[in-house]
């Protein structure tokens, strides 16, 4: 298994300009995650799917749109973007049951200029 | 509202035992997780407690004390390696797979 993958690994955008950050797990998940972390900082959710055709806003989702046509893929859309949206990306999958381990994939660095 | 606060970072010696505090402020409570972080990569799991007590698992235990909303890392016979950042995660409530809140993490040094 692959587990979790992400790409691109490493992104430089100018304002105004959009992108899509993939995402996508082999392990049959439900559940999927997407968050971004800024410099000493933690994790804040974006947004989440519990399923295919499923999407919630997590606690940061303004500049962001996410779609869940499969189980395997959970892409994130960004429209217009913003320097404040610089910052490392990371997707997430979990399994069923509480106490299951989130699986992350390896991050998107992304930069906007 | 969520809070969960731990230091910002610590540094102990190769070798020794570091003690790494979580507190939590959340509406409900589902479980609490903790991460480990090498700098540019993605967060691992470490462990996960859901009642009250330490759970141990090699050279790493963690603590739960809900009504205290509380717990702590411990982490023995500090290598090199373990040199990261170190995120504690509540579960606030609902079923198993409500997203995880994380706090900003505590940045590690172990020196030699």
């Known amino acids: 298994n692959a587990g979790v993958t992400q790409t691109p690994k490493f992104r430089i955008l100018k304002i105004g300009q959009s992108m899509t950050l993939q995402c996508t797990q082999d392990?049959?998940?439900?559940?999927m995650y997407w968050y971004r972390q800024d410099p000493g900082m933690g994790l804040k959710l974006i947004y989440y799917s519990v399923g295919a055709g499923i999407t919630d806003k997590g606690e940061v989702p303004n500049g962001y749109n996410v779609s869940r046509s499969t189980t395997e893929d959970f892409p994130l859309r960004l429209e217009l973007a913003a320097p404040s949206q610089t910052s490392v990306y990371f997707c997430?999958?979990?399994?069923?049951?509480?106490?299951?381990?989130?699986?992350f994939g390896p991050g998107t660095r992304l930069t906007v200029t | 509202g969520q809070n969960i606060d731990q230091p910002t970072e610590m540094t102990a010696t190769e070798g020794a035992i570091v003690q790494i505090n979580c507190t939590y402020q959340?509406?409900?409570?589902?479980?609490l997780f903790w991460y480990q972080q090498h700098a540019g990569e993605a967060p691992t799991f470490l462990s996960y407690n859901v009642l009250d007590g330490l759970e141990e698992k090699g050279r790493f235990s963690s603590f739960l004390s809900r009504s205290k909303g509380y717990s702590y890392l411990l982490l023995k016979e500090l290598q090199m390696k373990d040199s990261a950042s170190y995120l504690c995660a509540v579960r606030d409530q609902g079923s198993g797979n409500t997203p995880l809140v994380f706090g900003k993490g505590t940045r590690l040094s172990v020196i030699a």
């Open positions: 959340t509406s409900g409570f589902n479980g």
């Open positions: 392990m049959n998940h439900n559940y």
């Open positions: 997430a999958s979990i399994s069923s049951g509480t106490g299951a381990e989130q699986y």
